[in-house]
């Protein structure tokens, strides 16, 4: 040990400890965790399965419902998640769930370990996956990057304001054929009684 590095702050922590670990960045991505819409007290996910698909260790399994909100009209979601299961064991922190995710429902967050007594300790649930959102919502102060597409709040019509289609018009077909261009003739090709095409006598 030089003198120098003597008096140099440490660049470890004693973990677990709490009061010796060190603050994690912002920008750090752990697990993923979905997104909770306060506005109208429901997910973001709508369980479209696109986040399923895309995952390449397949450490997911979701399932959707329909949405009772959307039907008492306090959400404009049709769809929303019923059952959502992560594999957090079989996870590699890729984030192609996040990438491809169109409804701002899933983030990585800062949860980081897995110290576990059972190996199935590892897989969490829905009700455990949007307390991992809270959590990082709350954190950071996260927004959805598309408020205005995603939003579960129901738009308001305006009484009385029926939507109305833009026909396109047409140019009007000649009915007859007097109606259409008449096309010029030359005296060659203009023949009368008693005449042959080039003004011969017959």
């Known amino acids: 040990m030089t003198l120098k590095t003597a008096f140099r702050r440490p660049v470890t922590a004693q973990y677990p400890e709490p009061n010796k670990r060190l603050p994690i960045a912002l920008r750090y991505k752990g697990f993923p965790a979905l997104m909770w819409d306060g506005e109208v007290n429901e997910p973001y996910c709508t369980g479209c399965m696109v986040c399923v698909r ?11 419902k ?3 909100f ?3 009209e306090k959400s404009r979601r049709r769809k929303i998640i019923d059952v959502f299961e992560i594999n957090l064991g079989r996870c590699i922190l890729c984030a192609i769930c996040v990438d491809v995710c169109n409804f701002d429902a899933i983030e990585m967050s800062h949860v980081h370990e ?7 300790d590892n897989r969490v ?5 949007l307390d991992m959102g809270k959590s990082y919502q709350s954190e950071i102060g996260w927004s959805p990057s ?4 995603n939003s579960g709040v129901p738009v308001k019509k305006e009484e009385g304001a029926k939507p109305t289609r833009q026909r396109t018009t047409k140019r009007p077909q000649a009915d007859s054929a007097a109606d259409a ?3 010029p003739t030359t005296p060659a090709q203009t023949t009368t009684h008693g005449e042959s095409a080039t003004g011969d006598q017959a």
């Open 54 to 64: 895309a995952c390449p260790t397949q450490c997911m399994t979701a399932e959707m």
């Open 66 to 68: 329909d949405n009772p």
């Open 70 to 72: 959307f039907t008492d």
């Open 114 to 120: 897995l110290s576990k007594y059972q190996r199935n």
């Open 125 to 129: 649930v829905l009700s455990q996956l």
């Open 146 to 149: 598309q408020p205005e597409k």
């Open 181 to 183: 261009p008449s096309t």
